[in-house]
């Protein structure tokens, strides 16, 4: 409308000069119809009138004009068409800033993070959808000016509200310009990471952008398989890698507090019986149900673990003394002793404790959980279902021989251990006047063990008084056995531990296991080792003349390894002498032996003493006894230690035999020589 009135004007002022111009140079010979004219053409005509300088001066400067106009109106022109010019690239620029707008928003919309964008006066300057949805904020809070209402918002949901609010003013102020990533906990479970950074202009912060993600299942995702590496899958405890960090933080915490803690070391006894017995599924809810009495035992702040298998290990801390956590055992061995009914079945079952302490039995985790699984076995050695602390000397024994100590419990109480019987033989009539009862113990899976191996370890731990007394009750009945059956009496030698004899009930015991086999007490001979011999005391020395009371004859066992000194020989009531295995293997070639063997057997005339050599493998070394009138023998030569009924065949033999002797009563009889054939009888 403008360009319209501009042009018109332009027109209409073009129209007059050209009627200006016309009336100066053409209207003069029209004067005549001057007067036709109306009062403005008259005007016109009165130009006409003027001078000519005048004229040509207005005709000038109407050309100046009219040059001047034309000139404006190219100006104008290249000015429109400028204008034009812009305002198509000032439309192209909006579109493209429009799409370029568009593309940002559409990308700020396509991330899966929440955006939110605040200014330097902490207020919202630009969100996402993302970031309202996630926030679960209502649109009305997010309208400007409605920033308290969306902070709010946030607060409420979130676990740690104080935190946030923290580190938000941290970061506005101290640390503006850094960018930042953190976790944020809400309520109902959900976590989100959060990342920002500053939003600049040039080097002025203007504002910061924050992103959020929801990592909730991630984060689910990543505490399932830590809490899988972390705990037993079978009863939900937590495992082995928990327990070692638990002890090392118990560690650090009594190098502040010095309140000590405790590592408990279970096992159950005879587990492995449920699952042979009643089969897996069974052991495995035994297991878990162990594994809830054991955790209602201990405080909240207190660590029950398993290790696998049916071992548990419970961690205490912030005791003030050691024998604070006694009570704890007690009472977890108390609770398991309640019988389980799983499926129908009742179990009972019981557990052995091994308790070591911290800092006293170690300093490391390894070190308490070594000490402590070894006090287990201590305490399982000891009978089961105690506890037992660890001691420094535990350590010394290695796990192989506790377990060995476990399992000789075990063939006690199940009968499992075996008496064999090796044949005395009278080296004149080399007929069969006696037997040493020998024990044996046949393991299910580690085969025969010998005595040498498990008698010290019986010995150590006091098994030995059960096992003696079996043994002297199986061997008695049975020597009484083969007296009925008819045999000739043999004498039947059994071994005697220095632990039977520090009981000092052993003669009670003799006479009661003697009236309850009903055998003579002479044909009982008990063989004792010089070292108990040796200490020789007033006690010991009764205790020997009681037995002699009795009527049963005592064996010098070993003979000649033991203790130089034989004053004992005068001293104390003993009948025979067992001459050491170690002596006769060097017969006849070795001078020293030999001559040893002689002196023995001389001594042993002179004091009146029987005389025995064990260990005879040769004919050579029999006859070498024979010719050195050694009284009796025993040996491979004759026999092995061999069971019961393979004796009584031995015996049969031996009871048809032309020059058999009669036992301890026969035993100065002679008879011929040579009746080895019991040998070629041997199983
Ligand atoms: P010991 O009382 O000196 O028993 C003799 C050992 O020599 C037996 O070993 C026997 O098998 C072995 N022996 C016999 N003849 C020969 C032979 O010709 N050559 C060789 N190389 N060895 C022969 P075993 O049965 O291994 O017993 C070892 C030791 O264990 C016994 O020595 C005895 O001290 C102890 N022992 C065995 N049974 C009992 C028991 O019931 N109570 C006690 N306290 N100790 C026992
Ligand atoms: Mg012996
Ligand atoms: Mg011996």
Not at 164 to 174: A, G
Not at 256 to 283: C, E, M, Q
Not at 455 to 482: F, H, R, S, Y
Not at 573 to 584: G, M, N, S
Request: include cysteine; aromatic fraction near 8%.
């Amino acid at each position: 409308m403008k360009k319209l009135i501009r042009y018109s004007l332009l027109l209409i002022f073009i129209g007059i000069i050209a009627l200006s111009v016309l009336s100066l140079f053409f209207f003069t010979p029209l004067q005549g119809s001057i007067q036709d004219l109306d009062h403005i053409i008259k005007y016109y005509i009165s130009l006409h009138m003027l001078p000519f300088y005048i004229r040509a001066f207005i005709f000038i400067m109407t050309i100046i004009a009219i040059v001047a106009v034309y000139k404006n109106s190219l100006v104008l022109k290249k000015e429109i068409k400028y204008r034009k010019q812009i305002e198509k690239e000032a439309r192209e620029t909006g579109k493209s800033l429009e799409k370029s707008l568009a593309l940002s928003k559409a990308t700020l919309e396509a991330t899966a993070d929440g955006i939110l964008v605040v200014d330097e006066n902490r207020n919202i300057s630009g969100h996402n959808q993302k970031f309202a949805k996630m926030w679960r904020i209502p649109p009305s809070c997010l309208a400007p000016g409605n920033d308290e209402a969306a902070v709010k918002h946030v607060l409420k949901q979130l676990k740690d509200p104080e935190g946030f609010v923290n580190s938000l003013h941290k970061l506005y102020n101290s640390e503006p310009t850094v960018e930042h990533f953190d976790e944020l906990m809400f309520k109902d479970g959900r976590v989100f990471e959060r990342y920002s950074k500053p939003q600049m202009r040039g080097d002025e912060v203007i504002g910061r952008v924050f992103s959020f993600r929801d990592v909730t299942q991630r984060k689910k995702m990543e505490e399932q398989l830590t809490y899988q590496a972390t705990h037993d899958a079978l009863t939900l405890l937590p495992n082995r890698v928990i327990l070692i960090d638990r002890i090392s933080q118990a560690i650090k915490i009594w190098k502040r507090s010095k309140k000590i803690g405790a590592v408990l070391f279970f096992d159950l006894d005879r587990f492995k019986l449920v699952n042979d017995s009643l089969g897996h599924d069974i052991g495995d809810i035994l297991l878990q149900s162990v594994a809830r009495r054991l955790e209602l035992c201990v405080r909240e702040h207190d660590t029950v673990s398993r290790l696998g298998g049916d071992e548990f290990v419970i961690l205490l801390t912030g005791l003030g003394e050691e024998r604070h956590a006694i009570p704890i055992v007690l009472k977890c061995l108390k609770a398991l002793e309640e019988p389980f009914v799983i499926d129908k079945h009742t179990l009972s079952i019981t557990s052995s404790v091994g308790v070591s302490f911290f800092p006293k039995n170690g300093k490391t985790p390894i070190e308490l959980l070594k000490n402590a699984d070894s006090a287990m076995y201590h305490a399982k050695a000891e009978g089961r279902n105690n506890y037992k602390i660890y001691a420094n000397k535990m350590g010394i024994q290695t796990k192989k021989q506790l377990e060995l100590i476990n399992e000789l419990h075990e063939a006690v109480k199940n009968n499992a251990l075996t008496v064999y019987y090796q044949p005395v033989v009278d080296l004149k009539s080399a007929s069969i006047v006696g037997a040493e009862a020998l024990l044996r113990w046949n393991h299910p899976e580690w085969g025969f063990i010998s005595p040498q191996e498990f008698i010290p370890i019986a010995e150590d731990t006091g098994l030995i008084l059960k096992m003696g007394e079996w043994v002297l009750q199986t061997a008695c009945l049975q020597n009484k056995l083969w007296q009925e059956t008819g045999f000739p009496s043999l004498t039947m030698a059994i071994n005697l531990s220095a632990q039977q004899f520090r009981q000092r009930n052993i003669p009670e015991l003799i006479t009661k296991v003697l009236q309850e086999t009903n055998l003579d007490p002479q044909y009982l001979d008990l063989e004792l080792t010089e070292s108990v011999i040796m200490e020789d005391t007033q006690a010991f020395l009764k205790c020997m003349q009681e037995l002699k009371k009795i009527g049963v004859h005592l064996v010098i066992d070993d003979f000649g390894t033991g203790y130089s000194s034989l004053s004992y020989l005068k001293r104390f009531p003993v009948d025979t002498l067992k001459i050491d295995i170690a002596f006769v293997a060097g017969l006849p070639g070795n001078s020293d032996d030999a001559a040893i063997v002689r002196a023995i057997i001389a001594m042993a005339q002179q004091l009146n003493l029987d005389v025995i050599a064990e260990g005879i493998e040769t004919e050579s070394q029999f006859s070498f006894l024979t010719e050195n009138s050694c009284d009796m023998g025993q040996g491979f030569l004759f026999s092995k230690a061999i069971p019961a009924e393979e004796f009584s065949k031995l015996l049969k033999k031996n009871k048809f035999s032309s020059c058999h002797t009669t036992g301890r009563g026969d035993k100065k009889t002679t008879g011929a020589k040579g009746q080895i054939h019991l040998i070629e009888n041997q199983p």
